[in-house]
């Protein structure tokens, strides 16, 4: 197996998330007391959304690579950045290391293929539905991307923030944004990309009536599959 080195903290609710979901997967696939062999950088969530927020992505870029060389030096063979919106530095993060990147985009798009599934409704954060760094990345695969109207993705990046970034899971807000699903299913998606990592805490298959591609579980497993083939 492969060491993979999470590069994770933003935030760490769904940073927890990944190592739930690779250590009971290589439960499930190797059997007995196996776990993963992996490295955690956790950052501190605060200073970097601050950096969002003031639009010093350079700095925040930076501030990432710096800690994706740690993981390198702790023997990580393979990247996992947790985190969907951080992936707009994700080359900053990629041309600091020797050691591959599992990109969020190139994978969830992948799953929206074998879905069968062309035009995506996107729920992530403000950052990440307003900015062209993800949805460009999507079109790259030949995919189409409708994000929700100006009061959803205010909803939306509320939600994350506010709410899921955490801990705090209301029944409430599950309703509202599955309000701004049905809206985006009116508008012709064929599939949901839950493009945040924490909003998976939120939202499950059972919230949308066309299917919903998890982000955090797709990513998550996609490192798995690299950090666990014959040729590596």
Known sequence: MKRIGLLGGMSWESTALYYRLLNEE??????????????????????????????RWEEAGELLAARARELE????????????????VAEQVEDAVDVPLV??????????HRAGAKRLGLLATAFTMEQPFY????????LEVVVPDAPGREL???????????GIVEESSRERVR?????????????VVLGC????????DADSP???????????????????AADG
Not at 135 to 142: E, I, K, M, Q, Y
């Open 26 to 55: 290589v439960a499930t696939r190797l059997g007995g007391l196996h776990s993963a062999d992996c490295v955690l950088a956790s950052v501190d969530f605060a200073p970097v959304a601050r950096l969002q927020s003031d639009g």
């Open 135 to 142: 949805a460009d990345r999507v079109r790259s695969h030949g």
């Open 197 to 204: 990592t924490e909003i998976e805490l939120l939202i499950g």
């Open 156 to 166: 939306v990046h509320r939600i994350i923030y506010d709410e899921l970034c955490r």
């Open 103 to 112: 990109h969020i985009v190139d994978v969830t798009a992948d799953a929206a």
């Open 73 to 88: 030096g702790a023997g990580a063979e393979l990247l996992v950045l947790c985190t969907n919106t951080m992936h707009k």
């Open 210 to 228: 066309v299917p919903v591609l998890p982000t955090t579980r797709l990513h998550a497993l996609a490192a798995l599959d690299l950090a666990l």
């Open 179 to 191: 309000g701004v699903i049905r809206e985006l299913v009116d508008r012709g998606v064929d599939a």
